[in-house]
């Protein structure tokens, strides 16, 4: 709606100033005008919409109060601009898309495909600023795959990293929407979970997602570590410190060949 008004008020303005201009001058005082506004429209056919106008008004303006003089032939009135305004969104277009891209790789996991660390932090932001309005809790857990380089060492790094991307889908499949599963590296994911007052349900849920996508290798587990908002922090570090030293305690209470198998 703004778009459209601020694209009626420029188009008036450019239509007496093309009047007063004369013909010939008009139209290309006119014609910037029409890719600034064209610029507003988020696809060809509104950029079009938005546009046309501007070059009736300027036309029409022309005739009315130009001194004297012609407008120039039909098809430069008519296919320069709308010309100019398909090249114009066909740039905008690309543009957008390429920034998107860009910003999807810098905010996701590249093997993986979900969430990054910096994705998880802006997250947090968020949801520690949601959760202290509302006076809520949320888990933040971490993950660490046990075995997982034993794994590694036997098959190659393409096992593994087939075996991570694994993870990484049962993990999403698991767990909600509004659930943020991040891989930090290596074998490490973190998982925040919103609206969650206790960890156990979760845990749960996550530990059977690692176990499905480890089925058939025995020697791949998860140790996990959980820190609930506001009790065990009220920053996204110490959460993380706090969990990460749960999940310590879980590792060192694995049986000794466990803890090899681990290692």
């Known amino acids: 709606m703004y778009g459209s008004i601020r694209a009626g008020l420029v188009g008036l303005a450019l239509a007496l100033l093309a009047g007063f201009s004369g013909a010939s001058d008009g139209f290309w005082i006119v014609l910037p005008g029409v890719l600034l506004i064209a610029s507003e429209g988020n696809s060809k056919a509104g950029a079009v919409a938005l546009a046309a106008p501007v070059v009736a008004l300027g036309a029409g303006a022309v005739l009315v109060l130009a001194p004297a003089g012609s407008l120039p032939p039909w098809w430069m009135v008519v296919v320069v601009p709308l010309v100019s305004v398909l090249v114009v969104q066909h740039a905008l277009s690309r543009l957008r898309r390429e920034r998107e891209r860009l910003e999807r790789a810098a905010l996701s996991d590249p093997l993986t495909g ?68 991040a891989r930090f590296g290596g074998d490490e994911f973190c998982v925040l979970a919103p609206e969650t007052a206790g960890p156990e349900s979760l845990t749960g849920k996550i530990g059977a997602a690692v176990a499905n996508a480890s089925a058939g290798n025995d020697g791949l587990r998860a140790s996990l570590g959980t820190a609930v908002f506001p009790d065990d922090g009220t920053t996204l570090e110490k959460l993380l410190e706090r969990a990460d030293q749960r999940l310590l305690a879980a590792k060192r209470r694995l049986p000794d060949d466990a803890r090899r198998r681990a290692a």
Not at 124 to 131: K, L, Q, S
């Open 114 to 181: 979900i969430a990054n660390r910096r994705m998880l932090l802006s997250v947090a932001a968020h949801e520690i600023a949601r959760h202290r309005r509302s006076a809520r809790r949320f888990t933040v857990v971490m993950i660490d795959l046990d075995g997982f380089k034993p794994l590694n060492d036997r098959f190659g790094h393409a096992a593994g990293d087939e075996m991570l991307r694994a993870v990484a889908d049962q993990l999403v499949r698991a767990l909600r929407s509004q659930d943020t599963v």
